[in-house]
């Protein structure tokens, strides 16, 4: 499929399990973040990537960890899941140059951890 | 100082009546200012961005108004229709290679038939 991509949409997991979700993008677009959704909160950038294996720390960048061996591939891990981490995770990709740096964005996962 | 607020956070509009949302942004090195659209189940998508070199900028039904010495800026939908009813979110960011967007919290509009 063309574009950008998440997988799983949804998951449950329970406190202290790994999980990791998966984003990819056709683009071959150089950066790519990960943020998640709250309400009240908007969207907060988690980490985010500059090209392949080179990342950086977003706003809220605690419990999470991201790699990037491919460009087209951005994993982020939730090492330990929490509660506080229950939230929908989306993934978005960009290109460089351009005027307006357009982000693009994924469907989105819903994690609920229990 | 990264903060960018954001206002009403719920709005009903009749449907043709003119709906506005508000923002507000303290960082003065901020250099693009992009709103975008949020249907439920789906992905945030860019609807118009702005840069601080202009005070208004349109497309079609949906206008930014800026005013870079209040430091807000405001989208604005004339002629509302059900199908504008969606959540959206006003960012902004400081201009460079990594260009990180800060949001803000959302608005949610209905747009009433």
């Known amino acids: 499929d063309a574009g950008i991509t998440q997988s799983p949409r949804y998951k449950i997991t329970e406190t202290g399990r790994q999980v990791t979700l998966m984003c990819h993008q056709t683009?071959?677009?150089?950066?790519m973040f990960w943020y998640r959704q709250d309400l009240g909160h908007g969207l907060r950038l988690i980490y985010y990537?500059?090209?392949?294996?080179?990342?950086d720390k977003g706003e809220v960048p605690d419990g999470y960890v991201v790699s990037r061996s491919k460009t087209e591939n951005f994993p982020l891990t939730l090492e330990s899941a929490t509660r506080s981490q229950t939230s929908v995770y989306f993934c978005?990709?960009?290109?460089?140059?351009?005027?307006?740096?357009?982000?693009?964005f994924g469907p989105g996962t819903r994690l609920t951890v229990l | 100082q990264q903060q960018v607020k954001q206002s009403p956070q719920s709005l009903i509009v009749q449907k043709g009546g003119i709906s506005i949302i508000n923002c507000a942004y303290e960082?003065?090195?901020?250099?693009?200012f992009p709103w975008y659209q949020q249907f439920p189940g789906k992905g945030p998508a860019l609807l118009i961005a702005?840069?601080?070199?202009?005070s208004e900028k349109k497309e079609g039904r949906f206008t930014i108004s800026f005013n870079k010495s209040a430091k807000q800026f405001s989208l604005h939908i004339m002629d509302s229709q059900p199908g504008d009813s969606a959540t959206y979110f006003c960012?902004?960011?400081?201009?460079?290679?990594?260009?990180?967007?800060?949001f803000g919290t959302g608005t949610l509009l209905a747009v009433q038939p």
């Open positions: 960082n003065t090195a901020f250099d693009y």
């Open positions: 978005a990709s960009r290109t460089t140059g351009g005027s307006y740096n357009e982000q693009f």
């Open positions: 990537s500059a090209a392949a294996d080179i990342t």
């Open positions: 683009w071959s677009h150089s950066y």
């Open positions: 960012a902004a960011s400081i201009g460079g290679a990594t260009n990180k967007l800060i």
């Open positions: 702005i840069r601080p070199d202009v």
